[in-house]
């Protein structure tokens, strides 16, 4: 399963959902991958905090050698690094990403990612993380992905642009991955007793768009995680947070 969470809105979690989600398919046994396609590296620096400078190789090694034509790619396997997360690995971002695009697009490396996974063995699980736009990258991820999960943080604005994304979603399916699923929309920063993010998520369900069940809350346990470099489930296993998105992963698993 390859799993890519997108919105092109930013600050929306997209890095705190496919850490944890990624986190806790390790804990349940599953060998784990955590791509991160975003120039700002954040989800390598929750995975790997400190030793995320030291990496000898990152993703944008491997698409930098993707302009160069070799007979023998070396693929992705050099790049992986393990996390303290047993089963767990990431391949780490690059700020580096950002300048290679306009050479990627002009080569037309569109579909090199997906290629590299498809020849990828060992994993029973693929997350990916990408940037907050539709760009170069975020496009490759999807064209790679089986499934993809939109995170939702439950304002006007944001629903306007969910519309958006959704219609580029559908686009691009059709265009270059038939195969992609949207798993659904999941409310992230979602405050229970407020009454304008239910209203909000309520309209959606209304209009029949793939809302999940799963609400994702506000909690300072969230930025006590990235500081500490340490997903929700082996931080605080038994918090709140932490069965919200263990209850997210098994509606996303038995979906």
Same mark, same amino acid.
Do not use: W
């Given at each position: ?48 905090? %400190? ?17 160069? *034509? ?6 992705? %396997?050099? *790049? ?55 760009? *170069? ?8 992905? %089986? ?27 059709? %265009? ?72 997210? *992963? ?6």
């Amino acid at each position: 399963m390859r799993r890519v969470v997108f919105n092109q809105k930013g600050g929306v979690g997209k890095t705190t959902i496919v850490c944890n989600l990624a986190a806790i398919a390790a804990s349940r046994g599953l060998r784990t991958l955590v791509l991160d396609l975003d120039s700002q590296c954040n989800a390598t620096q929750y995975l790997l905090g %400190d030793a995320a400078a030291s990496g000898e190789g990152t993703i944008g090694d491997f698409f930098e050698g993707t302009l160069s *034509f070799s007979l023998q790619s070396r693929g992705l %396997d050099p *790049f992986l690094v393990a996390t303290q997360t047993n089963g767990l690995y990431v391949l780490p971002g690059d700020p580096a990403l950002e300048h290679l695009q306009p050479k990627l697009e002009s080569r037309q490396k569109i579909y090199k990612l997906r290629q590299a996974l498809d020849k990828l063995k060992g994993f029973d699980a693929v997350y990916i993380d990408t940037p907050p736009a539709l760009n *170069f990258y975020s496009r490759s991820a999807l064209i790679a992905a %089986d499934r993809v999960l939109i995170p939702f943080d439950c304002d006007d604005f944001a629903r306007q642009a969910l519309y958006v994304l959704l219609d580029n979603i559908a686009e691009l399916r059709a %265009d270059h991955n038939e195969e992609l699923e949207v798993d659904g929309i999941v409310a992230n920063q979602f405050q229970h007793r407020a009454k304008l993010p239910q209203r909000i998520v309520q309209d959606l369900v209304d209009e029949g768009l793939p809302v999940l069940s799963t609400r994702l809350g506000p909690s300072v346990k969230v930025r006590e995680s990235h500081e500490q470099g340490k997903p929700l489930i082996a931080l605080e296993p038994k918090h709140k947070i932490t069965e919200q998105f263990t209850a997210l *992963f098994e509606e996303l698993d038995h979906g």
